[in-house]
């Protein structure tokens, strides 16, 4: 995503939804532990938040700092800066190592990844037993038929202007390459549909439109999208101009794929971990004992597996 100025992150900011508690609910439901979460690509840490209400840590990331520094703090939660400078290696080790991530969250954000690069550095950290990845993405503002009207013509006036990754928030995923095994909630080229009820105002709605990235891509190439005449068109369809503060109860559509690693995946890292691991048995007089270590620069995450799989082969 673009880095957004001050004015336009505040704008995004109050036009984003707060996302629906049940949905973690359900997520947590799914995963085999609680104890890290990871909000990729977290903005102002909506989703973090309510990641924050189910794991005992939520790590979460972005590389713009104007989001970040409007952030909601949580004592759970901690925020991370992540310019594109930093190595897989180095983000594996921020987040929390090779196989400690119970969950994974990119919210409104996947779409903006170099995915090859993301998805290696999922597959790394996230929990080979029980452990989940989750991405979403809202296309649409449903608020009335009078301004859902005008919007699908702005909607269609920024195709000459979309990204290759713009298309895909557009298509709602799917067209998103996903590579991982479903768990019943949406898969690769089929994500399931949801909605989510938020509130908003006329100043608000308009704060959202100069700050969506259509509008800004079109505007880098010198073409106004969100000109004064058409916010007068969206002012006399909302009603009551008189009143820029009027809210209005509108939802946006989301769409949501949930998956885990697949079997070659989590084969593919057991062979890597177990060549990083010596394994020396010590026996005494009452039982036997084992000792792990890692050899090479290795995480907390390869050295947890290491004495696991040394556990399970004794």
Request: proline fraction near 3%; charged fraction near 25%; hydrophobic fraction near 40%.
């Amino acid at each position: 995503m673009a880095a957004l100025s001050d004015k336009l992150a505040d704008a995004y900011q109050n036009a984003r939804p707060r996302y629906p508690i049940d949905w973690f609910t359900k997520l947590a439901a799914r995963t085999g532990q609680h104890k890290l979460a990871w909000d990729v690509g977290t903005g102002n840490g909506q989703a973090a938040i309510g990641l924050a209400e189910y794991f005992e840590k939520v790590v979460a990331t972005d590389i713009n700092e104007a989001q970040l520094k409007r952030a909601v703090k949580h004592e759970r939660i901690t925020y991370h800066h992540t310019p594109t400078t930093m190595s897989e290696d180095q983000m594996v080790t921020l987040i929390g190592g090779d196989n400690s991530v119970d969950l994974i969250v990119a919210a409104q954000a996947v779409h903006y990844f170099e995915l090859a690069t993301f998805y290696n550095i999922a597959k790394r950290v996230l929990r080979k037993d029980g452990g989940l990845i989750s991405v979403w993405v809202y296309n649409d503002l449903v608020i009335s038929a009078e301004v859902d009207t005008i919007m699908k013509r702005l909607v269609d006036s920024t195709f000459p202007f979309r990204t290759p990754v713009m298309n895909l928030a557009f298509d709602g995923y799917k067209t998103l390459p996903f590579p991982f095994e479903s768990i019943g909630m949406g898969s690769e080229g089929k994500p399931i549909m949801l909605d989510i009820p938020h509130k908003l105002s006329l100043k608000g709605f308009i704060g959202f439109l100069k700050s969506w990235q259509p509008a800004m891509k079109a505007k880098e190439r010198g073409v106004e999208l969100v000109t004064e005449d058409l916010i007068s068109k969206f002012e006399e369809a909302w009603g009551d101009n008189d009143d820029d503060d009027d809210v209005k109860d509108i939802f946006y559509k989301a769409h949501m794929i949930v998956g885990k690693l697949t079997a070659s995946d989590i084969e593919r890292h057991r062979k890597r971990f177990e060549s990083n691991c010596v394994v020396t048995k010590l026996k005494d007089s009452n039982n036997s004992a084992i000792i792990a270590s890692v050899t090479a620069a290795a995480f907390a995450g390869v050295a947890a597996y290491c004495a696991y799989s040394a556990r399970k082969n004794t």
